[in-house]
């Protein structure tokens, strides 16, 4: 069946380098798709969002590029920081609601 | 300006017993979503509410049951509880339906059914 899925359930990073989420998408007519933050204890929070006639966005230390081609979405954080440990989420508007996919852990190695 | 608030944060309840959890979205937010999230499932979606009517709902038992209320409020009742039903109950809020504009998420209730 359809769904959203993530390559990896867990990455590890060094303070300071670039982090790179991957997420892969199987429904071409999905045309919203949204990346989600969830720190422990909390609920998710967005992070960046982007539209299926665009192909990258960039907003703070962060971009999104949507590779529709091979259903393709990734998350890039510049300069990874302690706070940016958590855990991380892909969402696509698919039949009238967001459907999420399964997660990435992201730990920061000081 | 005020985010979705979520009550009670923190909940323990018993098999067969029932619960209500409560919602509050954004001032403005029309919009609300249920979702449960377990570690072997991820988030699921369970229903979408906008001006007072269930617009969405997902794959769950009729256990799961909902209602908004004209100022937006909503709550979520799940009924003959179930160990399975331990979850974080996220409650979410947007302007328009259908997931097109993002959701914004409250904290949660995490229900314990023992």
């Known amino acids: 069946g359809e769904s959203v899925g993530l390559h990896l359930p867990t990455l590890s990073v060094q303070e300071g380098d670039n982090s790179i989420i991957n997420c892969a998408y199987s429904?071409?007519?999905?045309?919203?798709f949204i990346w989600y933050k969830q720190e422990s204890g909390k609920g998710p929070q967005f992070i960046i969002d982007?539209?299926?006639?665009?192909d990258k966005r960039q907003g703070q230390r962060v971009t999104v590029l949507l590779n529709k081609t091979v259903k393709h979405l990734s998350l890039q954080i510049a300069a990874t920081q302690p706070g940016d440990s958590a855990v991380y989420f892909c969402a696509e508007t698919r039949w009238e609601k967001l459907t999420f996919g399964t997660g990435t852990r992201l730990t920061i190695i000081p | 300006k005020a985010g979705v608030t979520q009550t009670p944060r923190y909940l323990i309840k018993t098999r067969g017993q029932q619960v209500t959890l409560s919602c509050s979205p954004i001032?403005?937010?029309?919009?609300v979503s249920w979702y449960q999230q377990t570690p072997g499932q991820g988030l699921q979606f369970l229903f979408e509410?906008?001006?007072?009517?269930?617009?969405n709902k997902g794959n769950f038992p009729g256990r799961f049951s909902g209602r908004q209320f004209s100022n937006s409020r909503s709550e979520m009742n799940v009924s003959t509880l179930e160990l399975g039903d331990s979850a974080l109950y996220l409650c979410?809020?947007?302007?328009?339906?259908?997931?097109?504009?993002?959701?914004?998420f409250g904290s949660g209730t995490r229900l314990t059914v023992v």
């Open positions: 429904n071409s007519a999905s045309d919203y």
């Open positions: 979410a809020s947007s302007v328009r339906t259908g997931g097109g504009d993002g959701y914004t």
């Open positions: 001032s403005g937010h029309r919009s």
């Open positions: 982007i539209r299926s006639n665009m």
């Open positions: 509410y906008f001006s007072e009517t269930q617009r």
